[in-house]
């Protein structure tokens, strides 16, 4: 048999931890994002498609690229 000195107490057990991740950064912002169902992310200008354009179409193309861009991002209301 082992002596009464060797056995540990039983311990109480310990809480659960609870994280809470909710972090809103404005009420009205996130509505608005989940009221269609999807996040639409607005489109930005890429500087590397500009650089390649400038080269291969003597910059005509950076015009229509940028069109694109700006009627894209307009269309969606962003």
Do not use: C, E, K
Not at 40 to 65: A, C, D, E, K, P
Request: proline share 5%; net charge positive.
């Amino acid at each position: 048999m082992t002596a009464a000195s060797d056995q540990q107490p039983p311990q109480a057990a310990m809480p659960p931890i609870i994280i809470n991740n909710n972090v809103v950064a404005s009420s009205s912002a996130s509505a608005s994002a989940n009221a269609g169902g999807s996040i639409v992310r607005r489109r930005r200008q890429s500087l590397w498609v500009h650089f390649w354009l400038l080269m291969l179409t003597v910059g005509i193309g950076n015009v229509f690229y940028a069109v694109h861009v700006s009627r894209w991002n307009r269309d969606r209301g962003l």
